[in-house]
Structure formats: C-alpha cells, structure tokens
C-alpha cells in the first residue's frame, strides 16, 4: 500500500510517498523561512501564498522520485488541522482533488499526531503505553498513549509554548527568525551557572506548563545587561538550561503518575541536543527507554503524514470529498484506531 502525504499546517511545505513494505519512497521538504524572517515571524497571509506555489511542484517531485503516477497510490492524506487556516485549506484543496482525479480515499490528518508517531518510521520504534512529550513552535504537551488514537492530555501549557518561547527570546538577542536553533547553538558557549532562570509551576500539582514568566525573567535580564557576545551565550545557556529542567521535571512526574517505563518526545523542539541528552540520562537512571525521530522528522513534514495517515486508512478511516479544516483540533479528540 503506499500514500500520500501533505504538510502545509504553517510555514513549511512537505511532500511525501510512503510504502507500508519498502518505508519512504519519496521526501521533500521546502522551508519558508527566509520570507518570513523579514518580518520576526510567520506571516499567515504570505505562508498560504507560497504553498499554492510549492505544493504541486513538489508532488511531482515526489511522483518522479519514487517512479509512481497517481494510479499506483492507494490514498492521499493531508494535513486537517491544527494550524493555520489559509495554509491548512491549500494542502487539503489540493489533496482532495487529487483524490478526487485519481479515485482514491482522502485521509484527514491530524498535525500533532503526525508528530507523536513519527518516532514509528524509525528502526526502532517505540511499544505502548508510553508518555509523549510534544514539543514545538505552536503546542507543549504531555500525553499517555495506550494505542494509536487513545490519547489521554495530561498536561498542557497554559501560555506560549515552548519553541514560541525560544523564538522570542532568541528575537531579543538578535538572532534571526527562527531563532530558537540558533539560541541552542550560541548556547553550547555559555558559562553554566553565571545566570539562574527559575523552573516555572515545578512547586505546583499537575503536569501544566507555563513559560510567559520564565520568557519575561529573560527579558529583563537581556534588558539589564550589557549584551556582549559572551553575555549573549549565557543567557541562552541559562535559558535552555531552564527549559530543559521545567519539561525533565514534568515528563518524569508523568511518567510515575502512569508507572510507563516509555517516553516519546516529539516536535520540532525534540531535536534540541541537551533535551534530547538530559531526558535520556533521566530514562537510563529510571530504568526506562526514550525514543524520537532523526532530526529532519522533528519538524513539521510530509512523512509523519503520509504515516499516520497510512495507519488510519489501513483501519479504514477516510474522509468524504468535502473540504474540511480544524485551525484548532484537541487531539483527544481523535477517533481510535
């Protein structure tokens, strides 16, 4: 069986062809990040513009590349939701047609789900139950996973999340957009120790996050310094290191709540070297396994798509033709597989 996938949730447009008995055919992943880091941030408007352009081009990429043509798919799955309106209605306008052209069923998916399971196209997979830490530039969440599609929400930020958090702060040190890798990089520099953040909400019950504090502490503490180089790095340094701390915190908390000996992280933030570093040293000492996906299936792409939405059309979970989109979709609120 072999589909295919459509990510255009935000600013970033991924095409992908998957077979459920040869794995990955065909990936493309095209990034707007130079036209919107003239501006700080995404701009909507200019993201929906640029994967009308895109997304055609790079499905016939991605048909060329695996030597397919639509009559040799078995489906067509694209992003629903959540995300950006505008963006969302171009990969689902386009991925209904085709499915439409070529007879086959549509398979709505949902983003943040893609994410969870993208850690499945690896050599390694992880077993259920396991908690799942998504992290990234719009969601930080904690979730039990029993099976595909039994999601239980644990805890959620409150405010920004985390790599909202790591932009800003990485905007206020005059690192382009997006700024939150290039935070981590000039990180790797800093004096451990010279700038303490606090841990937000660790002396509160519950798994909820919040970072809108922690991103203010920053803020003043930028604006009372002179912001040198090394000033720079450790205050990134101090920055992270808070970061990192906060979710360790949390995922562990969760994971005696449940008694999983499992973690997922997910999201482009889960590509973050000393997260990734921390909360495997926390597994090995808890007796547990921690697992994600290579770097480029961190962030948002056309992959995790094509593969959560081949587990659901292998249930028989599709669509009809209507165009439909959900800029906010609890993902509890997905059927079970």
């Not at 994967?51 to 060329?64: E, F, N, S």
């Not at 509160?204 to 809108?212: E, K, N």
Request: positive net charge; contains cysteine; proline residues 5%.
């Amino acid at each position: 069986m072999r589909i295919l996938g459509i990510e255009t949730s935000c600013d970033e447009t991924g095409i992908a062809i998957y077979d459920d008995e040869k794995g990955i055919l065909a990936n493309y992943l095209y990034s707007q990040s130079n036209i919107h880091s003239n501006y700080g941030g995404v701009v909507p408007e200019l993201a929906s513009r640029d994967h009308i352009r895109k997304t055609i081009p790079l499905i016939q990429a991605a048909l060329k590349k695996a030597h397919l043509t639509g009559k040799d798919l078995n489906g067509v799955a694209y992003t629903a939701g959540p995300g950006l309106v505008g963006s969302l209605l171009v990969g689902a306008t386009i991925g209904l047609a085709l499915a439409f052209a070529w007879g086959l069923p549509a398979i709505p998916v949902h983003h943040m789900e893609g994410h969870l399971l993208a850690p499945m196209l690896e050599n390694n997979p992880p077993s259920f139950p396991f908690i799942a830490l998504l992290v990234s530039g719009g969601h930080t969440q904690l979730i039990s996973v029993t099976e595909i599609g039994k999601y239980e929400m644990l805890g959620e930020s409150i405010d920004d999340a985390v790599g909202e958090a790591f932009d800003k702060i990485a905007k206020l040190l005059g690192l382009n957009y997006p700024g939150g890798p290039l935070l981590s990089k000039i990180a790797q520099k800093g004096k451990t120790g010279r700038f303490f953040f606090p841990r937000p909400m660790i002396n509160r019950p519950g798994l909820d996050f919040s970072f809108s504090g922690l991103k203010t502490f920053a803020a003043n503490t930028i604006r009372n310094n002179i912001v040198d180089s090394q000033t720079r790095a450790d205050i990134a340094c101090a920055f992270e290191d808070a970061i990192v701390d906060t979710l360790a915190i949390k995922c562990r908390r969760a994971l005696e709540q449940k008694g999983f000996k499992y973690l997922v992280i997910a999201g482009g933030v889960s590509a973050n070297v000393k997260l990734r570093s921390h909360l495997k040293n926390m597994m090995i000492q808890r007796g547990g396994k921690i697992f994600y996906a290579r770097p480029e299936f961190c962030t948002d792409n056309g992959a995790m798509i094509t593969y959560a939405g081949m587990v659901r059309l292998k249930n028989n979970i599709h669509s009809s033709l209507k165009i439909s989109v959900h800029p906010r979709w609890p993902l509890a609120n997905l059927s079970e597989v």
